[in-house]
């Protein structure tokens, strides 16, 4: 039987057939695994979102708007809203656009049909700009609304992003509602 020349040996072979070197490789490799378990990303729980004091103010922040969809609560919501809230619909068509006005005017008539809202979010990222906060999300939104034949169930899931701007301590919404 031929053995392998001792210089082919691999560093493991040799850890493993020397008690002084097989406490050096294991005492490298728990090293190795420590660091590397202190270099992972931590994420705010049920998010892509990392985990820092101020993303979970911002998380926090979208969470009220959530919950205030879900309540129907207009006051919140409008509270939440910049007054220089612009969402352009995502086109070139202007009349599908909406200010502060036009959204007041959706939340106090037409959204006020809907019933029975379930609205969950999964937030993705948070992309800090200038003078802009993205939160990037995907929802699933579960609601009732009259129909030709009573109350119909409707269920939307889609990516979105809500834009913030800073105000006070808090936030404001800008687009993305």
Do not use: C, H, W
């Given at each position: 039987m031929i053995l392998p020349r001792p210089s082919t040996y691999?560093?493991?072979a040799r850890a493993?057939?020397?008690?002084?070197?097989?406490g050096a490789f294991f005492a490298i490799a728990a090293a190795t695994s420590l660091w590397a378990m202190g270099c992972t990303t931590h994420y705010i729980p049920?998010?892509?979102?990392?985990?820092?004091e101020e993303n979970r103010k911002l998380i926090s922040f979208c969470e009220r708007y959530r919950h205030?969809?879900?309540?129907?609560n207009i006051p919140l919501l409008l509270k939440l809203a910049s007054p220089k809230y612009y969402e352009d619909g995502g086109n070139v068509d202007a009349s599908d656009d909406l200010d502060y006005a036009g959204l007041k005017d959706y939340l106090?008539?037409?959204?006020?049909?809907?019933?029975?809202?379930?609205?969950?979010?999964?937030?993705?990222?948070?992309?800090?700009?200038e003078d802009r906060i993205f939160i990037d999300y995907t929802y699933s939104a579960s609601y009732r609304i009259p129909g030709t034949q009573?109350?119909?169930w409707k269920r939307k899931v889609e990516d979105n992003r809500l834009e913030l701007v800073q105000h006070n301590d808090e936030y404001r919404i800008v687009a993305g509602m």
């Open positions: 691999t560093m493991a493993a057939s020397s008690p002084r070197l097989r049920n998010t892509d979102v990392e985990d820092t205030a969809v879900e309540l129907k106090t008539n037409k959204f006020q049909d809907a019933r029975s809202i379930r609205y969950e979010i999964r937030y993705r990222r948070v992309v800090k700009d009573g109350e119909e």
